[in-house]
Nanobody, 124 residues
Framework: QVQLVESGGGLVQAGGSLRLSCAAS????????MGWFRQAPGKERAIVAA????????YYADSVKGRFTISRDNAKNTVYLQMNSLKPEDTGVYYC?????????????????WGQGTQVTVSS
């Protein structure tokens, strides 16, 4: 029903910035809440940020508040994660996720569609 493809990951120094993009294919993108998740080595996948289908409500994990910004452009079928002031602990594989819901979910089980992930590595 929807396919998600992440891009924008890479290797950056601490304090640097990256912008992740998630391009979605599907005719009902605007009806999906979206989330970004991170899986660090040896750790479980955890939510980083989420946004409802209108873009008017967002959620951020405590560890990224004030540094990351999630946004979406429904006309372009794209959701973004702007990451500033990156820290080594931000390192991990970042996944884009979608669920056909007005509201975002805070756990991975609340999402039905997933991208392939993009690696973000922050050096100290």
């Amino acid at each position: 029903q929807v396919q998600l493809v992440e891009s924008g990951g890479g290797l950056v120094q601490a304090g640097g910035s990256l912008r992740l993009s998630c391009a979605a294919s599907g005719r009902t993108f605007s009806n999906y809440a979206m989330g970004w998740f991170r899986q660090a080595p040896g750790k479980e996948r955890a939510i980083v940020a989420a946004i409802n289908w209108s873009g008017r409500s967002t959620y951020y994990a405590d560890s990224v508040k004030g540094r990351f910004t999630i946004s979406r452009d429904n006309a372009k079928n794209t959701v973004y994660l702007q990451m500033n002031s990156l820290k080594p602990e931000d390192t991990g594989v970042y996944y884009c996720a979608a669920v056909r819901s007005v509201y975002y979910a805070s756990t991975s089980s609340g999402y039905d569609y997933w991208g392939q992930g993009t690696q973000v590595t922050v050096s100290s």
